[in-house]
């Protein structure tokens, strides 16, 4: 069974950093592109960015919204994707999602991430 | 970036009657467009890959169509286990955008 679990949200002050973690279990984790898109409360989803599969070197793309500020990367030892954000805003005000797939098949049950002083 | 437009913004409807959502994009996104499902508190659920191909455990009254601009999501068959927002995502050029979103809810 695929399962996504997303960790280390929490309140943050404007200005500061945070890293978030999916932990992928339930298939070859190497094989899949991974994704971090958010929702703020009321919203549609956005895209942040994603990290390529090994067949494509595990580049990154990101959305030019956080594009310098959100780095995304992945430990494919322990099967594990990260959100690294930095001098975050209070528009960063979200819930943060990991999804599988350039078609979001699987996603994990999101992490809040509240930034405010 | 691609803009999507989804059409109507809340839709009410009656159990059992067939309807149709709209997803409009700015430029051609060929068939790399992909619908999702969100209820309440819970994280979207993938339901149509590609435009119009199904996805395994979706039920089958759920349909799509379209390729280029024009896009639909057809419900044969509204369950009240379906008032949900409907979101719209294109996947063919960067970055990645989703529409606004459609509510279905109860007429």
């Known amino acids: 069974e695929v399962k996504l679990l997303e960790s280390g949200g929490g309140l943050v002050q404007p200005g500061g950093s945070m890293r978030l973690s999916c932990a992928a279990s339930g298939f070859t984790f190497t094989d899949f592109y991974m994704n971090w898109i958010r929702q703020p409360a009321g919203k549609a989803p956005e895209w942040l960015g994603f990290i390529r599969n090994k067949a494509n070197g595990y580049t990154t793309e990101y959305n030019p919204s956080v594009k310098g500020r959100f780095t995304i990367s992945r430990d494919n030892t322990q099967n594990m994707l990260y959100l690294q954000m930095n001098t975050l805003r209070a528009e960063d005000t979200a819930t943060y999602y990991c999804?599988?797939?350039?078609?979001?098949?699987?996603w994990g049950q999101g992490v809040m991430v509240t930034v405010s002083s | 970036d691609v803009v999507l437009t989804q059409s109507p913004a809340t839709l009410s409807v009656t159990p059992g009657e067939r309807i149709s959502l709209s997803c409009r994009a700015s430029e051609s996104v060929d068939t790399y467009l992909h619908w999702y499902q969100q209820k309440p508190n819970e994280s979207p659920r993938l339901l149509i890959k590609y435009a119009s191909q199904s996805i395994s455990g979706i039920p089958s009254r759920f349909s799509g169509s379209g390729s280029g601009t024009d896009f639909t999501l057809s419900i044969n068959g509204v369950e009240l286990e379906d008032l949900s927002i409907y979101y719209c995502q294109q996947g063919n050029s960067l970055p990645y955008t989703f529409g606004a979103g459609t509510k279905l809810e109860l007429k």
């Open positions: 999804a599988r797939r350039p078609y979001f098949d699987y």
